[in-house]
């Protein structure tokens, strides 16, 4: 337990100090801007659109109180919805999209904006390219456990903390941006209550890409072949349904937050067990690590054997 300890900590301190964790923390706060930054092109756009229906309907004297007291029927057609009362359509969408706009409402609208996509990709190059770098930490130790389990869990250590940083940093950002922009929301945030949830839910996502790509990059000791598998399957393979990860993911996505005002068309999963779906990744994931350490191991020390 004294060699793991000095492992993780070793670890710790060489991604403390390391770019790529700096790339990554930076790329974090661009993905915040620009999810912030959609965020107010998704109430600008009905809110204009109010304004301007409102102004078309003045001259027959067709007020807001009017048409928000009226019935309406929304249709989709295509994946576009269209409504018989546009006014009250608008309305409704524009304070949607304003109540989204409060900043303890950020963490929600964050993680259901482009971060759904390039947030496990940025963190799946992380581990990556960390697993694969030049990296003299932990030559010292003698045990070969305590340097493998010590890299691994230095990993989702990691993860676990770049989860919070991205947490609050989205809410930092939309205090800003509502401060710049002079945007005044004083509808509740209802979605701050699903906050604990939602962050334990991205800590286990980052921690099962953390160990699949760890696992992957020590097997193979290629970055080529890890960094398209990432890519292949992150942003070519389509959900495959069932017990297949992403649609997992999905799934719980759907579940945990809210995404009426979300800034991305987020595909829905496939109905599964979802229970057993997370247990089976589970247990595939650690036969994968128990696979890649032997191997490892035994290619590292011919004399060693695998355990039957």
Not at 55 to 77: M, P, W
Not at 215 to 222: C, D, E, G, P, V
Not at 277 to 305: R, S
Request: aromatic share 12%; proline share 4%; with cysteine.
């Amino acid at each position: 337990m004294k060699n793991l300890g000095h492992a993780i900590t070793e670890q710790l301190s060489y991604q403390r100090k390391s770019r790529r964790l700096l790339w990554l923390l930076f790329g974090i706060l661009v993905v915040c801007c620009l999810s912030s930054f959609n965020q107010y092109e998704a109430w600008k756009s009905p809110n204009e659109d109010l304004k301007a229906t409102l102004a078309s309907n003045k001259s027959i004297g067709y007020t807001l109180e009017q048409a928000l007291a009226a019935d309406q029927v929304i249709t989709k057609v295509d994946g576009v919805e269209s409504s018989d009362n546009p006014i009250k359509y608008f309305y409704y969408e524009a304070k949607t999209q304003k109540a989204a706009l409060n900043p303890w409402n950020a963490p929600n609208q964050f993680f259901t904006s482009l971060a759904v996509v390039v947030l496990p990709v940025m963190w799946g190059l992380y581990c990556i390219l960390t697993t694969l770098g030049t990296n003299k930490v932990g030559r010292e130790i003698r045990s070969y456990r305590s340097s493998f389990f010590g890299k691994l869990i230095a990993l989702c250590i990691v993860g676990i903390g770049v989860v919070t940083f991205a947490t609050i940093l989205s809410i930092i950002v939309q205090f800003v941006a509502n401060a710049m922009l002079g945007i005044h929301v004083h509808a509740p945030a209802p979605d701050l209550a699903k906050l604990p949830i939602q962050t334990a839910y991205q800590c286990l996502v980052f921690t099962l890409f953390a160990s699949f790509f760890f696992f992957l990059a020590t097997w193979t000791k290629s970055q080529k072949i890890s960094i398209l598998t990432l890519a292949i399957y992150m942003l070519l393979i389509l959900n495959l349904g069932g017990f297949d990860l992403k649609n997992l993911l999905l799934l719980s996505l759907d579940n945990i937050y809210n995404t009426s005002a979300s800034t991305m068309d987020i595909m829905k999963g496939q109905p599964t067990d979802m229970w057993l779906g997370y247990t089976i990744i589970v247990c595939l994931w650690i036969g994968f690590g128990f696979f890649t350490y032997h191997y490892t191991k035994l290619k590292q020390d011919p004399k060693a054997t695998v355990p039957r």
